[in-house]
């Protein structure tokens, strides 16, 4: 009994390890970071914000759509989670390249 449990604690260890978190591009994680949307957003994973993958999984937006929503975010899209604030220092150049890089993401 012990030792099944064992090797399904390892199997679990081992899958977890498997699940690819998604590498993201050194010149987009520095605008992410430098525009602290990863406070609040993990590629892979809900933190304060909804997973950047869950985001393309069920809305599907263009480039252009998630810079609006950087500006003027509509958290009526995400009921459950507490309202993103606009962010209109973030310079437009930079947003149209972190959301190019979220709109291709599977
Ligand atoms: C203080 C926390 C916080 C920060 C910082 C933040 N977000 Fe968000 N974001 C959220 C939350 C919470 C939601 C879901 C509720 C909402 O949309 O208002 C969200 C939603 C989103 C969505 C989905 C929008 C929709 O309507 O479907 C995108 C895309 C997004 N954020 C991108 C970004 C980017 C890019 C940055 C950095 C420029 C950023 N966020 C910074 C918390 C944050």
């Given at each position: 009994?012990?030792?099944?449990?064992?090797?399904?604690?390892?199997?679990?260890?081992?899958?977890?390890?498997?699940?690819?978190?998604?590498?993201?591009?050194?010149?987009i994680?520095?605008?992410?970071?430098?525009?602290?949307?990863?406070?609040?957003?993990?590629?892979?994973?809900?933190?304060?914000?909804?997973?950047y993958?869950?985001v393309m999984?069920?809305?599907k937006y263009t480039p252009k759509q998630i810079v609006e929503l950087i500006?003027?975010?509509?958290?009526?899209?995400?009921?459950?989670?507490?309202?993103?604030?606009?962010?209109?220092?973030?310079?437009k150049d930079e947003a149209l390249k972190m959301a190019t890089w979220i709109a291709g993401l599977?």
């Amino acid at each position: 009994m012990k030792k099944s449990l064992l090797s399904i604690a390892l199997v679990l260890g081992l899958m977890t390890a498997a699940k690819a978190q998604t590498k993201i591009p050194p010149d987009i994680q520095k605008l992410l970071t430098k525009n602290t949307c990863l406070a609040c957003h993990n590629p892979d994973t809900k933190l304060v914000g909804p997973a950047y993958k869950e985001v393309m999984k069920q809305k599907k937006y263009t480039p252009k759509q998630i810079v609006e929503l950087i500006y003027k975010p509509k958290p009526s899209n995400w009921p459950g989670y507490p309202p993103m604030a606009a962010m209109s220092q973030v310079p437009k150049d930079e947003a149209l390249k972190m959301a190019t890089w979220i709109a291709g993401l599977k």
